[in-house]
T-cell receptor
Framework: SQQGEEDPQALSIQEGENATMNCSYKTSINNLQWYRQNSGRGLVHLILIRSNEREKHSGRLRVTLDTSKKSSSLLITASRAADTASYFCATDEATGFQKLVFGTGTRLLVSP | GAVVSQHPSWVICKSGTSVKIECRSLDFQATTMFWYRQFPKQSLMLMATSNEGSKATYEQGVEKDKFLINHASLTLSTLTVTSAHPEDSSFYIC??????????FGSGTRLTVV
């Protein structure tokens, strides 16, 4: 499977600042999802955006999707130290076979 | 909400032995489950799709004789790492979709082969 790419690979910010992560993918998709992973732990589903949606909000999270550019962004507003984690985008490819393909991930560090 | 339980959460085994990892959907039936592998500071790579009652579908480059998958019931899939070697040390995560839409992940299994 062709893994998507995320940038930046790592991001270091201060509490209260906004964090923006970008994801690019290669194939047509049914939807795109963002996950969070604390070090050495399982994944937590954050938000899902369908291919016919352009923007979605959930609390301090804002996700955009541009299918013409095959890209998505995740914005975390008013970041907190507890937001420190790795963030992954994952695409549900429109291949007829159900499976998620993950991006390379962004490691976010939020300093108090 | 939908829960996927994965066991064990960590395991240490000797080189040459086999290790079985279980993935259970606790409150829903899963005809399909997915197995991922993650190396330190890297992303998740899909290894195989586990199908209840039939053979698993392996991704390119994944040895099916090395990573045996059994999906004998609608709530249980197992991954057996056979003849494990130190290079098989990794974090293995399973997932399932309760509604063919969203995905729920297990908490992962950290395998260390010594």
């Amino acid at each position: 499977s062709q893994q998507g790419e995320e940038d930046p690979q790592a991001l270091s910010i201060q509490e209260g600042e906004n964090a923006t992560m970008n994801c690019s993918y290669k194939t047509s998709i049914n939807n795109l999802q963002w996950y969070r992973q604390n070090s050495g732990r399982g994944l937590v589903h954050l938000i899902l955006i369908r291919s016919n949606e352009r923007e979605k909000h959930s609390g301090r999270l804002r996700v955009t999707l541009d299918t013409s550019k095959k890209s998505s962004s995740l914005l975390i507003t008013a970041s907190r130290a507890a937001d420190t984690a790795s963030y992954f985008c994952a695409t549900d490819e429109a291949t007829g076979f159900q499976k998620l393909v993950f991006g390379t991930g962004t490691r976010l560090l939020v300093s108090p | 909400g939908a829960v996927v339980s994965q066991h064990p959460s960590w395991v240490i085994c000797k080189s040459g032995t086999s290790v079985k990892i279980e993935c259970r959907s606790l409150d829903f039936q899963a005809t399909t489950m997915f197995w991922y592998r993650q190396f330190p500071k890297q992303s998740l790579m899909l290894m195989a799709t586990s199908n209840e009652g039939s053979k698993a579908t392996y991704e390119q480059g994944v040895e099916k004789d090395k990573f045996l998958i059994n999906h004998a019931s609608l709530t249980l899939s197992t991954l057996t790492v056979t003849s494990a070697h130190p290079e098989d040390s990794s974090f293995y995560i399973c997932s399932a979709s309760p509604d063919n839409y969203g995905y729920t992940f297990g908490s992962g299994t950290r395998l260390t082969v010594v």
